[in-house]
């Protein structure tokens, strides 16, 4: 029959290998890990929790969290700072911890070349522990006067 139109015929690709699967797999895996450590920090940015009790005090709520024995803490030297203006307490260099706008959170170095662990969210209201274990501790709280009265009460009545 000559002018019928041939009739088409229909391939198909060979498939991948499994390598392809695999490493869309993984790409999966990390974004999924990825989404879960934004959600964490996104969680302790609103959650961190400072706990004072005659043993010392407890940071809860982020990856950095732990217990500071009250014998560590220096309490003599804890004081309110400001870190808005030109302070030897300034963050300088995150060395391990979360940098972002509004939330600073881990181990930092400060201006002063000491090593801290810092919970910072408000520069205004900061409280500067230092602690015998080689760091100090600066956390971001609602009433930096009160806390410290706290902290020096809750040690001192041990």
């Not at 391939?11 to 895996?29: R, Y």
């Not at 009250?70 to 203006?85: I, N, P, Q, T, W």
């Not at 080689?134 to 001192?156: D, I, N, Q, R, T």
Request: glycine fraction near 10%; aromatic fraction near 8%.
């Amino acid at each position: 029959m000559k002018g019928d139109i041939p009739m088409s015929e229909v391939f198909q690709l060979v498939p991948a290998s499994d390598k392809t699967l695999w490493v869309l797999g993984g790409i999966a895996l990390l974004l999924i890990g990825l989404l879960c450590l934004f959600g964490c920090l996104a969680y302790s940015s609103r959650h961190t929790r400072f706990e004072i009790s005659p043993e010392g005090l407890t940071i809860s709520g982020g990856l950095h969290g732990r217990t500071i024995s009250a014998e560590s803490l220096v309490l003599e030297e804890a004081k309110r700072v400001d870190l808005s203006g030109d302070s030897e307490y300034r963050l300088r260099t995150r060395t391990n911890g979360t940098g972002l706008p509004g939330y600073q959170a881990g181990w930092f170095k400060l201006r002063n070349g000491e090593k801290a662990l810092v919970f910072v969210t408000d520069l205004e209201r900061v409280v500067y522990i230092p602690t015998t274990e080689g760091y100090s501790v600066l956390l971001s709280v609602a009433a930096p006067e009160k806390f410290l009265e706290a902290l020096v009460s809750a040690v001192a009545g041990r």
